[in-house]
Structures are given as C-alpha cells and as structure tokens.
C-alpha cells in the first residue's frame, strides 16, 4: 500500500518567506510526527499528533514554527519568516497507535529547505 | 541528549556479518530499544526492537545484554545495500510524551 508522502520534495526559499510543508500519512495511522535533519545529524524531533491533537509543542525550535492536523490525516508545518539556520531535512513519519509500547514509525523521503 | 552512544563508523565486508555495538547505560526498566537505518537520501526505515530478550526477526537479530546497559545489532549476512547510518535509540516515556530521541548514529559500509 501507499507509504508516508511529503510535498515538496525540494523548497528553496529567501529569507524572511513562509514555508509550508506537508504530510500525508498512511491511512488509518492515528499517531503522526514531525523531525528535522541537519546534514550530517542525527533527527531532531519536533511535534508529533494523536489525532488531531498535538499534547507537547516544546520541542519546535521557536514560534515561527507552527503545525496542524485535520481530519487525523493530513499535517502541514509552517514556518514563518524563515531564517538560513531553518535549512534541512524535514522528516514527517506515521505510526498506528501512539499509546502503544511498540512504535513502529514509518517515514516519508522528506521535504529538502533552503533558505538562502 | 540522545541517551545512546555509537561508534561513528564501522567497515564490514560483504556476506560477512555486520555487528553494531550501542551502550545504553542509563536506560529505564520500561524503555525499549530501538533500531532504524538510513539510507542515503531516504527515511529512516524500521529495524527491530526490544526490551529485555534478545529478538529476531527477517532483517536482524538484537541482542541485549543482562543488565540492558548495551545491546547489538546484528545483520547476520551483509550486502552492499546494507549501507546505510544505523541509529540505536532509546524510547524517551514523559508524561504522555513517547518521544524517540535521536543521536548521530554509526555510517555502516559494506565493502565488496
């Protein structure tokens, strides 16, 4: 069946722009998750979804990221006026059911930002 | 902080075994261990995991030590596209938060 799919594969962008990034999940995945990847690192992890509910937003780097879910499918993160150090790998993974001592995460191939 | 530490890189020939070590001293009782890889320019794929028993399954085998401070992960039969970075994470429990927490993993490569 169909995977994790994140659009744009490629965003370059200028400074100070708004971004938007989206995930489709697998279907029926309740639990969704957002990371960053700086090259060369290990993931970041940055918010992740029971539903359409977001329990801990502590981990976004500042308030000009900002992520929402409806319909407990579709997510998209925001980033408002971008900076240069926003630039990696933005990773969205869906898992089945949050709550369980098992979590398999599947990942989406990612969207690249560039903030030049 | 990421609660696992690995060696960065590791060389491994091919159809030989590959055995990545990864110390988790500090882990909890009810914490599992987790392993994913990466492949380069793809997402992270799901390995295996465990608690306190050593599992298998069609990818790997992990075997964790008695006192769950350390585990490896073994690839019994590596090929080329077994290169990959291999990340040992440790699942984080706060509050309602399972967070996995990510260090920099070992860039594993199989060479013919």
């Known amino acids: 069946g169909a995977g994790v799919s994140q659009s744009p594969s490629n965003k370059v962008t200028e400074k100070g722009k708004d971004v938007e990034l989206r995930c489709d999940p697998i279907?029926?995945?309740?639990?969704l998750y957002w990371y960053r990847q700086s090259l060369g690192q290990g993931l970041e992890f940055l918010i992740y979804f029971q539903g359409n509910s977001a329990p801990d937003k502590s981990g976004l780097p500042s308030d000009r990221f900002s992520a929402e879910r409806t319909g407990g499918s579709v997510s998209t993160l925001t980033i408002q006026r971008t900076q240069q150090e926003d630039s990696a790998v933005y990773l969205c993974?869906?898992?089945?059911?949050?709550?369980?001592?098992?979590?398999?995460?599947?990942f989406g191939p990612g969207t690249r930002l560039t903030v030049l | 902080d990421a609660k696992t530490t690995q060696p960065p890189s590791m060389d491994c020939a091919e159809g030989r075994a590959a055995n990545l070590p990864c110390n988790h001293s500090?882990?909890?009782?009810?914490?599992?261990v987790y392993w994913y890889r990466q492949i380069h320019s793809q997402g992270p794929q799901y390995i295996i995991h465990?608690?306190?028993?050593?599992e298998t399954n069609e990818m790997a085998s992990l075997i964790i030590t008695e006192d769950r401070k350390s585990s490896t992960l073994i690839l019994p039969h590596a090929t080329l596209r077994d290169t990959a970075v291999y990340y040992c994470?440790?699942?984080?429990?706060?509050?309602?938060?399972?967070?996995?927490?990510w260090g920099a993993g070992t860039k594993l490569i199989i060479k013919p």
């Open positions: 465990g608690l306190k028993n050593n």
């Open positions: 500090t882990i909890s009782g009810n914490e599992y």
């Open positions: 993974a869906s898992s089945l059911w949050f709550e369980l001592s098992y979590n398999e995460q599947f």
């Open positions: 994470i440790v699942r984080v429990h706060g509050d309602s938060n399972y967070q996995l927490i």
């Open positions: 279907s029926g995945h309740t639990a």
